[in-house]
């Protein structure tokens, strides 16, 4: 059976990560919604790549969306409260941070006069 390390693992995930965050990019590409896009396209790698312990194994991380499924959903006796708080969390700072972000555009853009540019003197002739 093949034994994959704890770096191997997270090589994997990562690969995994970049490739869905690419689809999501690449399929949000055409929104026109700054805010939506961006906290899809944030939130993507946030998830998963967030590491929680796993409860059976200590000493060892896994994402931790697959630490909920599988202490929530797959077992009878999960424990799966704490890798729910670092999502939880983590997800939180993101929005907020995309958030505000989103309002400082929006300022910078009420700011900025959107004037058309002026005809220079070679169109006219």
């Known amino acids: 059976?093949?034994?994959?390390?704890?770096?191997?693992?997270?090589l994997i995930i990562g690969a995994m990560?970049?490739?869905?965050?690419?689809g999501i990019?690449?399929?949000?590409?055409?929104?026109?919604?700054?805010?939506?896009?961006?906290?899809?396209?944030?939130?993507?790698?946030?998830?998963?790549?967030?590491?929680?312990?796993?409860?059976?194994?200590?000493?060892?991380?896994?994402p931790a969306y697959l630490i909920v499924f599988f202490e929530a959903v797959l077992q009878r006796?999960?424990?799966p409260e704490s890798a729910i708080g670092r999502l939880a969390a983590?997800?939180?700072a993101v929005v907020v941070v995309v958030t505000l972000a989103a309002i400082y555009r929006a300022a910078q853009a009420r700011r900025t006069p959107h004037e058309p540019?002026?005809?220079t003197a070679e169109a006219g002739a």
Do not use: N, Y
């Open 117 to 119: 540019p002026e005809p």
């Open 1 to 10: 059976m093949l034994e994959l390390s704890d770096r191997d693992v997270w």
């Open 17 to 22: 990560t970049l490739g869905v965050t690419l």
């Open 90 to 92: 983590v997800s939180l």
């Open 25 to 62: 990019a690449w399929l949000t590409r055409s929104w026109r919604w700054w805010w939506p896009k961006t906290l899809l396209r944030t939130l993507t790698p946030v998830i998963c790549l967030t590491p929680a312990m796993v409860p059976a194994a200590p000493g060892h991380f896994a």
């Open 77 to 79: 006796d999960g424990q």
